[in-house]
């Protein structure tokens, strides 16, 4: 495991063990994703382990998480996201050093790493976020309110056409076919209708 102790090996190990780990967070419950982070994490910590490293750098590299995990529950998600990338950059860049000073990994391969990584995070991290927080296409509390037109005479049963879907549906009194109708309210997959107000049809 020679190779491990190369600094530009070890960073990008270390690299995709974060990019892994930060995956894992913004979309919980895969699996994949943390099993991955896990073997990277432990091949990154063997040449941590056995290299010269810089603590405050791991030091950022720990920090970077606390705005990360902010990016995905404040309205201003774009600033602690990129407050967030940049620590670990900065963190994983220095994190192996010659001097303490000079980073040991070569600029050109820190550079389309770092650069890459941050790109990618800042495009998947937003749009999963922006995802997460949109309501679902069929969420059924959302039909209530919604003006539909009946297909059938409704009273204890019957069908209304809501939002582009064929619906069961009842009301407390006789509504005709053809009638507008607004949703009052839902009992499971059966709406409860009223004749729209608006519509003067007999």
């Keep these: 495991m020679d190779f491990l102790l190369d600094p ?3 960073y990008l190990i270390l690299l995709g063990g974060i990019l892994l780990g930060l995956m894992a967070i913004v979309t919980p419950g ?10 990277c994490l432990v091949l990154a910590g063997y040449a941590v382990y ?5 603590g405050w750098a791991l030091l950022l590299i720990v920090i970077s998480l606390i705005p990360f995990v902010y990016a995905s529950q404040r309205p201003k998600r774009e600033l ?23 980073p040991a990994v070569n600029p ?3 550079f ?6 941050a790109g990618f995070l800042w495009v998947v991290v937003r749009k999963s976020v ?28 019957g069908s209304v056409y809501v939002r582009g879907e064929m619906w069961t549906a009842r009301s407390e009194g006789e509504i005709p076919s053809g009638s507008r109708i607004r949703v009052v309210r839902r009992e499971g997959f059966i709406l409860v209708v009223e004749k729209e107000k608006s519509d003067n049809r007999d």
Excluded: C
């Excluded at 056995?50 to 810089?54: A, D, E, G, R």
């Excluded at 389309?112 to 990584?117: E, H, N, R």
């Design 80 to 102: 602690f996201l990129g407050i967030s990338i940049l620590l670990l950059l900065v963190g994983s860049i220095f994190l192996f050093a010659v001097d303490g000073l000079l």
């Design 112 to 117: 389309l790493a770092s650069g890459s990584m």
């Design 8 to 10: 530009n090996v070890a």
């Design 130 to 157: 922006q995802a997460a927080a949109v309501r679902p296409a069929h969420d059924l509390d959302a039909l209530v309110g919604q003006v539909g037109e009946a297909r059938t005479v409704i009273r204890d049963d």
């Design 108 to 110: 050109l391969v820190a």
């Design 50 to 54: 056995n290299l010269s490293f810089n």
């Design 30 to 39: 895969t699996g994949l994703f943390e099993v991955g982070a896990f073997f």
